[in-house]
């Protein structure tokens, strides 16, 4: 993960590439900041800068070698723990490390609920347990193995029950150039042994632009509906995401059925279609084409052998996979047009009945191969 990668924050990116311009890394340091602030990701970004091999001025390089593995979450000289829902008292935070890598990969800015999502908690208590503080000091005794750094982030030392205070010696005297990153949320919570013995590195809430800004620059989201869900998220980018996905969720549930509709040519039921889409109100269908375009680009790297670069969730990723049976990728070349054409006729305020009709009819005619007069256009009465 780059800096250039986490939303807003400038001054904390700043400070942090100061620490190591001035040669003054603190070997523990707390990352301390609200949900959905970025914690978790400036610790990685932090790690991944004082790691990479060739350092640019305002981030890590990205490419080299030890930049490709932080940014798979799989550098040898990269520790991670977190609370986790043991089964076993044997259970350490390794026990749980491919659905962790997962989980992060997905969301940087995940919460514990999305992050008991991915395990199978049932109704047991999350924490950071003795097993796990052991298995932090055993992983920490070594040296280095690549990289100058050996970097430990905990994330949410809250859930460190008393066992914590196995960790203060190590803490406090660790080997030559290793550091402890912790990402806490509520220092309230946070053992006072441990509180003392890090620096303190505050992380403000994400301002309303900030959020607005990432929506719209990462998450396709139009002026209008990124100000909405930026406001009604507070500062909390996990929050933001999390209404995002609900919104896309609808959206893709939509655009399938269309998309289905068009494939079996059903005429009355595209009417019908037709008519839901032309009361959405104008900005619900821009998100709702954008939403179209990004799914048929997502499904054109599925086509062309390039899996790893789709980040679609689990449901929509099947969906996806099943519709690349059945379309080629000129098929998903020229819906795609179709879609960005009506993108920008709604934007131009076009009537939303005549034109929605229209893409169906040349969206059919796609999927279908069948040939319609040149520039015949339906128009409803
Ligand atoms: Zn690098």
Known sequence: ??????????????????????????????????????????????AQYLSCEDKQPDD????????????????????????????????TALTFIE?????????????????????????KQANINIAECHQIIKKLSFKPFESIYK???????????KEGNALLKIIEEPQPNTLFLLVAQNQDQILNTILSRTQLVKIPALSYEEIKEELIQNHHQTEFSAAEIAYLSNGNLTEALAMLQQENKSYHTLFVQWLRLCFSNKGIEVMAFVDQ????????????????????????????????????????????????????ISMTQAISTELEKAHYHVERNANPKILFLDVSLQIIKVLNFKTLPQGTHYIPN
């Open 151 to 161: 970097i430990l982030i905990l994330w949410l030392p809250e859930y460190l029950d």
């Open 1 to 46: 993960m780059q800096f250039k990668q986490i939303a807003g924050q400038a001054a904390v990116k700043q400070k942090l590439i100061n620490t190591v311009n001035d040669n003054r890394v603190s070997h523990a340091q707390l990352f301390l900041g609200p949900e959905g602030s970025g914690g978790l990701a400036l610790a990685i970004a932090y």
């Open 60 to 91: 890590s390089c990205g490419v080299c070698s030890s930049c490709r593995k932080y940014q798979k979450l799989a550098h040898p000289d990269l520790h991670f723990s977190y609370p986790f829902f043991a089964k076993d008292k044997n259970d």
């Open 277 to 328: 889409v032309s009361k959405m109100g104008r900005e619900n269908q821009k998100n709702f084409l954008r939403y179209g375009i990004s799914f048929i680009r997502e499904c054109c790297l599925l086509m062309s052998g390039a899996g790893n670069l789709v980040h679609l969730p689990a449901q929509e990723l099947e969906t996806a996979q099943k519709m690349t049976a059945v379309m080629t």
């Open 99 to 123: 659905q962790w890598r997962e989980a992060l990969l997905a969301n940087t800015y995940l919460n514990l609920d999305i992050w008991r999502g991915y395990l199978d908690a049932e109704n």
